[in-house]
């Protein structure tokens, strides 16, 4: 089973900058696209940003030109690198991927990390 661990959320000011990561622990062949989501509290799951295998992406409109997503295709890790953060922010960001395993492929989600902007 794939788990997709999640790392670099926290608390941070308003303004100011956080750098998530996503890598799969698992035996993997290979990782299609890659997207971050990202739910409030009392609210949706909303997508926030995807990018596809050979790079191209794509934003939620309140998040372009602040937040940047990448991936590390020989490190099989996904970033989001967030800046200029805003209170509207806050919420519990969960990694997505379409991997591909002997199995075959199949979505999988991370548990999630919390990032709190304060203002």
């Known amino acids: 089973q794939v788990q997709l661990m999640e790392s670099g959320g926290g608390l941070v000011q308003a303004g100011g900058s956080l750098r998530l990561s996503c890598t799969p622990y698992?035996?993997?062949?290979?990782?299609?696209?890659m997207g971050w989501y990202r739910q409030a509290p009392g609210k949706q799951r909303e997508l926030v940003a995807v990018i596809t295998a050979g790079g191209g992406t794509n934003y939620r409109e309140s998040v372009k030109g602040r937040f940047a997503i990448s991936r590390d295709n020989a490190k099989n890790t996904m970033y989001l690198q967030m800046n200029s953060l805003k209170p509207e922010d806050t919420a519990v960001y969960f990694c997505?991927?379409?991997?591909?395993?002997?199995?075959?492929?199949?979505?999988?989600w991370g548990q999630g990390t919390q990032v709190v902007v304060s203002s």
């Open positions: 698992a035996s993997i062949l290979s990782i299609n696209a």
């Open positions: 997505n991927a379409q991997i591909a395993t002997i199995e075959g492929t199949q979505n999988f």
